[in-house]
C-alpha cells in the first residue's frame, strides 16, 4: 500500500528564512513523488516531481526536494522564503509501475512572517 | 479552455437533496480524477477515470455517491440525499498518458458544497 505522512501541519518561517516541509511515504514499488501547492482560493499545482531519475529535484518558484530512499522522504526546501510562498503544500505519491492513484498528505499550511 | 474548470464553484444544499457537480478535464486528457477535501484535511481519492471507464471507484464513501464520464470529456459527481458530513471541497484532476505512465494531475479550483 502506499501512503503519505506530512510532519507539521503548519509551519511558520520569517520571510529570507530557510523553508523545510517534511514528507515521508510508504510504498510497496518504487514510486513517484509529487509536491503540490494551493494559493489562497486558487486549485492545486505541480511544484516539482521524483519520477526515478535524479534525487534531487528542483521545481518551480525555487522549491527543490531530495528524494532519500533510505529514510524513505522527499523534503521540500527553499533556501529563502518570500512572502507569497504562504500557501498550502501537499505532498503525493503513486505507484510508478500505473500511476493512475494518487495518495496526498494531509497537507502543510505555510506562513511567511514579515 | 487552458485547464480543469468546475461547476459550480459554490453549491450550498438542504440535508437530504441531490446535487450535480461538474467537471470539465483538459482537452485531450484520457484520466479524471476525482478528490473530496474536508476542512483542515487532506485530499481523499474517490474515483478515477481512464476514458469513460472507472477502473477505480474504491474511494467512493457511500452508495449515494455516484461519477459518470461521457465522450472522454465532462464528468459528472452525484451525491443523493446529502448528509452534513458531505461538506467539503470537491476537486476534479486530469491527467495524460505518457509512454504508458501518467503524468502529473492538473487541477481545477474545486467545488466548495455546504449541506445545511
Known amino acids: 500500500a502506499q501512503s503519505v505522512t506530512q510532519l507539521g501541519s503548519h509551519v511558520s518561517v520569517s520571510e529570507g528564512a530557510l523553508v523545510l516541509l517534511r514528507c515521508n511515504y510508504s510504498?510497496?514499488?518504487?514510486?513517484?513523488l509529487f509536491w503540490y501547492v494551493q494559493y489562497p482560493n486558487q486549485g492545486l499545482q505541480l511544484l516539482l516531481k521524483?519520477?526515478?531519475?535524479?534525487?534531487l529535484v528542483k521545481g518551480i518558484n525555487g522549491f527543490e526536494a531530495e528524494f532519500k530512499k533510505s529514510e524513505t522522504s522527499f523534503h521540500l526546501t527553499k533556501p529563502s522564503a518570500h512572502m507569497s510562498d504562504a500557501a498550502e503544500y501537499f505532498c503525493a505519491v503513486t505507484k510508478s509501475n500505473t500511476g493512475n492513484q494518487f495518495y496526498f498528505g494531509t497537507g502543510t499550511s505555510l506562513t511567511v512572517i514579515p | 479552455g487552458a485547464g480543469v474548470s468546475q461547476s459550480p464553484s459554490n453549491k450550498v444544499t438542504e440535508k437530504g437533496k441531490d446535487v450535480e457537480l461538474r467537471c470539465d478535464p483538459i482537452s485531450g486528457h484520457t484520466a479524471l480524477y476525482w478528490y473530496r477535501q474536508r476542512l483542515g484535511q487532506g485530499l481523499e481519492f474517490l474515483i478515477y477515470?481512464?476514458?469513460?471507464?472507472?477502473?477505480?471507484k474504491s474511494g467512493l464513501p457511500s452508495d449515494r455517491f455516484s461519477a459518470e464520464r461521457t465522450g472522454e470529456s465532462v464528468s459528472t459527481l452525484t451525491i443523493q440525499r446529502t448528509q452534513q458530513e458531505d461538506s467539503a471541497v470537491y476537486l476534479c484532476?486530469?491527467?495524460?498518458?505518457?509512454?504508458?505512465?501518467?503524468?502529473?494531475?492538473?487541477f481545477g479550483p474545486g467545488t466548495r458544497l455546504t449541506v445545511l
Open positions: 477515470f481512464q476514458g469513460n471507464s472507472a477502473p477505480d
Open positions: 484532476a486530469s491527467s495524460s498518458r505518457l509512454a504508458g505512465l501518467y503524468n502529473e494531475q492538473f
Open positions: 510504498s510497496s514499488v518504487p514510486p513517484y
Open positions: 521524483y519520477t526515478s531519475a535524479a534525487t
